[in-house]
């Protein structure tokens, strides 16, 4: 269930109030829960049950709400209510299914923002997985693509390119690069610095890793993998679901990749080099493709606009 807190101008405050008492996925609505300054209107307070999110939403910007007023949306855990169990009852679909297309939009924004802290992740992940490669430690692989939060800016691609967003998909982009880039030139600066005080072997045979070497080595598994984890990383994004985006992280190679660049570019390994490049690019169009494709039904599922 989603809480609405709006912010509704006063010539249209009868109409809003009207058509959120007529919906029958609108529960507990109060209208005398004050009045706004900034910006000027009456607050109107109001339940929406998940199913009808979209279509509530979608109404309220049609009438400029989000532009004269403010709509603000929360989400809801537990409601305990004989009313909004009879909405729920009423309204078509799961609400495990249901999809609200502004907070997609406001989380992947959020996520794929070109910040410090992005950088450094990104940085710090693929140093921790140039090391894993080095040593031959699937453990600290796999713990390197927990830390990455690459995914964020692939998932602002999708969802730039489904809903036309042609601001969030530039920037989403630009964000994925960067941070590709400083990941790469990190690890080197590392291996660099780890060889230079002989922490780092001096050379390192690249290609004897049992447990690391396919990082560089792509085959058509690669893709595959990469466009299941497509599907349900952007399913993950749209319901929510974390523990399923986690293992999204931990099945497909974007931040080793990276790592093994930076790692082969410090010891001169030139076709490994190629190999990660390659891998990460398997694995970054395998990623948007499926998440876009994705996004693309659901969009036609639940007949939102765009």
Known sequence: MLHLRLVVPRDCWEEVVDR????PGVVHLATDAGTSTKPDGLVVLCDVVREAGNDVIEWLQDRDIHRRGAITVVGVDTAISDAAAAAEAKSPGEAADAMIWESV????????????????FMAAAAVIAGIGIM???????????VVGPDYGPLAGIC???????????????VTAVAGFAAAVVCTLAVMGLLRLLGIGP??????????TG????????????ALIAGIIGML???????GALIGVLVSVTTIPALGNAGLALAYGAWSEVGGALAQLAINVAGLTLAGSVTLAAQAHLTGSRS
């Open 105 to 120: 939009e406001s989380r992947v924004r959020n996520d794929s923002a070109l910040s410090v802290s992005y950088v450094v």
């Open 202 to 211: 001096d050379s390192y045979d690249l290609t004897e890793r049992e447990l």
């Open 159 to 173: 969802v730039g390119v489904v809903r036309r967003r042609t601001k969030l998909l530039a920037s989403s982009a």
């Open 20 to 23: 959120l008492g007529e919906h």
């Open 236 to 242: 993950a994004i749209t319901e929510a679901r974390s």
């Open 135 to 145: 040593l031959d430690s699937a453990i600290l692989v796999i713990g390197a693509m």
């Open 214 to 225: 396919f990082i560089a080595h792509p085959d058509a598994l690669a893709l595959v993998v």
